[in-house]
């Protein structure tokens, strides 16, 4: 049973003409969300972080109506949640999964289906009812459908990875983690990038480890 709200860290596709409605105020979002969440630790990222949701609550309340602005409030809430961790954080992943229903229903398809991997995300990683609202199964359902929105992306891959791996599906994690690791660079993300591929060679490690460890102990 999940007892604590587990790191969550998220990181979305690179800009392109596809994202049209990323206003500079978001793209703003995303870049502080990179440098808070790679480049700073302790009290001085749990602070960032604060004044990063009282920001994105400022860009929500100018665009209402803008999914890729509720995507980046629920990443930064999410994130907050798991730098916080405890039982404070439920208010946090709470408000994160308010803002990415809210995307999903104005546009599901925004960022590359960043709302449906961020959700299931959320789903995984949170505990189970009676403490918060985390469901295994919920979580399989959102992140296959942002990985089938986008099947060739870094984070949507490492994440499905992360998933596999706690369900003990080792090789297949592995396939996983080995197609983000061949992800196409996103020139406007070097610092999402750089810190995404750490997380990814962290996680491959064990993944490789477990893989070994499980064939170690077939019987002969």
Known sequence: ?????????????????????????????????????????????????????????????????????????????????????????????????????KAISLNGDALSGSAYMSLGILYFKVPGWPIGFGDDDKALELLDKALALSPEGIDSNYFYADFLVEQGKYKQAEQHLLKAQQASVRPTRPLADKGRQQEIAVLLAKVQQKSQEKEGNKPF
Do not use: C
């Not at 480049?39 to 604060?50: L, M, N």
């Not at 509720?70 to 803002?99: C, E, F, Q, R």
């Open 1 to 101: 049973m999940k007892l604590l709200i587990a790191f969550i860290s998220i990181a979305l596709l690179s800009i392109s003409v596809a994202h049209a409605d990323m206003t500079p105020e978001i793209i703003k979002l995303q870049q502080e969300w990179a440098k808070a969440n790679y480049s700073i630790e302790g009290d001085e990222q749990k602070k960032a972080f604060e004044t990063l949701i009282e920001r994105a609550n400022r860009v929500v309340e100018s665009n209402p109506e803008s999914a890729e602005a509720l995507i980046w409030s629920g990443i930064i809430n999410s994130t907050y949640a798991g730098v916080k961790g405890g039982l404070g954080a439920m208010k946090y992943a709470k408000a994160s999964k308010a803002d990415l229903e």
